[in-house]
C-alpha cells in the first residue's frame, strides 16, 4: 500500500523534515520517492530504515555526485529520492551505516552547505537589483516613449520586490549564522 503526503519544510527546516521522514517509518510508512513538496511513502516494518538528508554541493547527475553516491551504495546505503540538491538516503536501521559518533561535524558541514546556498541567494538578488538600477539610469537618457517607460517601471518592480526579498530573508540568513557558530562551538567542545 502506497500513500503521498504533500507536505513543504523550508531549507532551513531540514532537521524538522528528516525527524518527521524517520516518525513516519518509525509508525511503518517508508520513505520510497520524494519530490518538491511531495513524498510518496510504502508501508513496511515499522523502525526498518533509518533516513538521512543531505545536501550536495552539486547536483546528482553531476561526476562527484554519483561518484559520491555509488559509494554511498557500496556501504549499504540506498538513495531514496532527490529534490534540487537535496538527497534523501535510508539504510536499514539494524546496521545502520549513518556516522552517529561524528554528529558535530555532520551538522556543521551540513548547515555550512547550506549557509553557502543562502548567501549565493543573497548575492544574486544583490546583482539582480543592481542590473536593474544599471538598467533604469540607462533608460533615463532615452526618449519618454511607452515601451522605455514600461521597461523602467519593471526594473524598478523587480528590484524592489529582490530588495523585499533580502529583506524578509534576512532573520533566516542570522538564524543560519547563529546555528553555524553554534554548531563550531559545539565541535569544538566536543574534541
Not at 45 to 65: M, N, V
Not at 132 to 151: D, G, K, Q, T, Y
Not at 160 to 174: D, N, Q
Amino acid at each position: 500500500m502506497k500513500k503521498k503526503v504533500r507536505k513543504t519544510f523550508f531549507l532551513w527546516e531540514y532537521e524538522k523534515e528528516e525527524a518527521w521522514i524517520n516518525e513516519m517509518a518509525g509508525t511503518g510508512w517508508m520513505l520510497i520517492q520524494t519530490g518538491f513538496r511531495k513524498y510518496i511513502f510504502e508501508k513496511g516494518t515499522p523502525g526498518e530504515y533509518t533516513y538521512r538528508l543531505e545536501l550536495l554541493e552539486k547536483d546528482t547527475h553531476s561526476p562527484e555526485s554519483k561518484s559520491y553516491l555509488d559509494f554511498l551504495k557500496e556501504t549499504g546505503i540506498e538513495f531514496v529520492g532527490e529534490c534540487v540538491n537535496w538527497v534523501y538516503l535510508r539504510c536499514k536501521t539494524e546496521d545502520c551505516k549513518f556516522d552517529r559518533g561524528n554528529r558535530p561535524l555532520y551538522e556543521l558541514t551540513h548547515l555550512l552547505k547550506i549557509q553557502e546556498f543562502f548567501n549565493k541567494l543573497k548575492h544574486a538578488f544583490v546583482v539582480v537589483i543592481a542590473l536593474c538600477m544599471v538598467a533604469v539610469f540607462s533608460l533615463e537618457h532615452l526618449e519618454r516613449v511607452p515601451i522605455v517607460e514600461f521597461f523602467k517601471g519593471f526594473c524598478v518592480g523587480v528590484s524592489f520586490c529582490a530588495s523585499v526579498l533580502i529583506l524578509l530573508a534576512t532573520p533566516y540568513f542570522r538564524r543560519m549564522n547563529r546555528k553555524v557558530k553554534a554548531a563550531v562551538r559545539e565541535l569544538y567542545t566536543c574534541e
